[in-house]
Nanobody
Framework: VQLQASGGGLVQTGGSLRLSCAPS????????VGWFRQAPGKEREFVAS????????RYADSVKGRFVISRDNNKDASYLQMKSLKPEDTAVYYC????????????????WGQGTQVTVSS
């Protein structure tokens, strides 16, 4: 499966964005989905993940209470709703898929796509 993240942009501190992840080559419904981000000069970090059914999620401490991961298997997409954005959230955001449908751990993800830039201005 190949993935494409979209929905990034420039937003002010405190603003909101919703990112979307769409697959090609396969459907997402049998995969766990994760969101990661990479800021300039930093390593890629885990943001959030969701199992195939959407009934279990996991978040990085830095985004708990501000970001919500979801998925709609009927629309074959995953979403990352981000609110109360901070300048330190500025990064390229990637979605990824795990062939383990219950794979919430950051190390589970083998399928990656193009990212989308999120810039939060102060």
């Amino acid at each position: 499966v190949q993935l494409q993240a979209s929905g990034g942009g420039l937003v002010q501190t405190g603003g909101s964005l919703r990112l979307s992840c769409a697959p090609s080559g396969d459907t997402l419904s049998s995969y766990a989905v994760g969101w990661f981000r990479q800021a300039p000069g930093k390593e890629r970090e885990f943001v959030a993940s969701i199992i195939w059914s959407g009934t279990r999620t996991r978040y990085a401490d830095s985004v708990k209470g501000r970001f919500v991961i979801s998925r709609d298997n009927n629309k074959d997409a995953s979403y990352l709703q981000m609110k109360s954005l901070k300048p330190e959230d500025t990064a390229v955001y990637y979605c990824a898929a795990s062939s383990n449908p219950y794979g919430l751990g950051p190390q589970e993800y083998a399928y990656w796509g193009q990212g989308t830039q999120v810039t939060v201005s102060s």
